[in-house]
């Protein structure tokens, strides 16, 4: 088992790097980049600036905004001074070329310098550890609660195979299934936060504003509070899936010969489905826990998250990627990269664990 992680953590290395590369060229090739936000803040800030004054057409835009880049000044409709535009490629490093501006990064990245956001004048990592309590809030809530409504759900399907049970349950799957989680978001703000017809839950933020003037007790209900209709709302988008996995790992065990020996043998149907089926059939479940979280924490809460204005990294990494905070984007983007693939080897180790005849040595990365 050693040498197989040893042989996976190598193997990360490249696939790490690999990802990066080829979303810092897509980020690259695409329009409208730091510099360019910049120019168009500048513009609208002139603009505004003018309107306040009083002044006339575009042409007078210089005259309201003040220079930039010491000597250097906007001149409306001639642009920015090429020597301010130069101090700014260089102060964000796009005086380099792709290939060096790249390995640097990656560079700076093993260290786990991810450097300061473009456009929040803090650390990356400050950034990242500020939402993280939000995001893991989000993720671990809803991970615990997914497994602990799909496997005795699933488990109960498989018993009751081809029942009415079995197919009201796969109805209330499918749709659960159908429904994207942003939307049901949607309804039940509509439905429960004042929307329109009730009022029984707050419409965004983690806990209220007067959280830290609470008793213990009353801090612990408020985040709960809070958290009901986000923690619902991923809920019904992400059971559905490991439900059909549960019932189908079930099934393919109840018909395998050994279930037959049992029930031959005499024993009781709760102690063949408990003591011999379940263990076989959790495997594929318990080995996807891992990658279940972190999808869940980093890419299923991201519309969530901007539904009920949780400051969490999905928030962030979205306004990182409307605002082309490259810092932000990249970092967090090799941080999840790496956490995932970190999570993809924790899950072969969980098999070997819950199944020890698994055996990961004779196999080839």
């Not at 980020?27 to 513009?43: K, L, N, W």
């Amino acid at each position: 088992m050693l040498a197989y992680i040893v042989r996976r953590v190598l193997f990360i290395i490249p696939t790490l790097f690999g990802i990066m590369l080829v979303n810092f060229l897509i980020v690259q090739a695409a329009p409208g980049g730091p510099i360019e936000q910049i120019i168009a803040q500048m513009q609208g800030n002139a603009i505004e600036a003018t309107a306040r004054i009083g002044g006339g057409g575009a042409g007078d835009v210089g005259a309201a905004l003040p220079a930039a880049g010491g000597s250097h000044a906007y001149r409306g409709a001639r642009g920015l001074d090429p020597e301010f535009i130069k101090q700014l490629e260089k102060q964000f490093g796009f005086d380099k070329p792709l290939p060096e501006r790249f390995l640097q990064m990656m560079g700076d990245y093993i260290r786990f310098d991810f450097g300061n956001s473009y456009f929040r004048d803090r650390r990356v990592v400050d950034l990242v550890l500020d939402k993280m309590p939000v995001s893991i809030s989000l993720g671990l809530w809803t991970t615990l609660l997914v497994y602990l409504i799909s496997i005795p759900l699933g488990v109960a399907k498989a018993v009751r195979d081809g029942s009415r049970f079995d197919s009201w349950t796969s109805a209330v799957v499918i749709v659960g299934h159908a429904i994207p989680g942003f939307l049901f978001a949607i309804m039940l703000i509509v439905v429960f936060a004042g929307g329109r017809y009730l009022s029984w839950f707050p419409l965004r933020g983690l806990v209220s504003d007067n959280w830290g003037q609470l008793p213990w007790w009353r801090q612990a209900l408020d985040y709960l509070w809070h958290m009901v209709l986000p923690i619902t709302a991923l809920v019904v988008g992400g059971f559905a899936s490991l439900t059909m996995l549960t019932k189908n790992s079930f099934l393919d065990e109840i018909n395998k010969q050994y279930v037959t020996t049992a029930r031959a043998k005499g024993l009781t149907r709760g102690r063949i489905l408990y003591g011999h089926v379940f263990r076989n059939a959790m495997l594929i479940v318990i080995a996807g826990f891992p990658g279940a979280f972190v999808s869940i924490l980093f890419t299923g809460a991201l519309l969530i998250e901007v539904v009920f204005s949780l400051d969490g990294l999905g928030l962030l990494g979205f306004e990182a990627a409307v605002n082309r905070d490259y810092p932000v984007m990249f970092a967090t983007l090799y941080f999840f990269t790496l956490l995932g693939l970190m999570m993809n080897l924790l899950g072969d180790i969980l098999y070997t664990l819950v199944d020890p005849r698994i055996d990961f040595e004779a196999r080839q990365v």
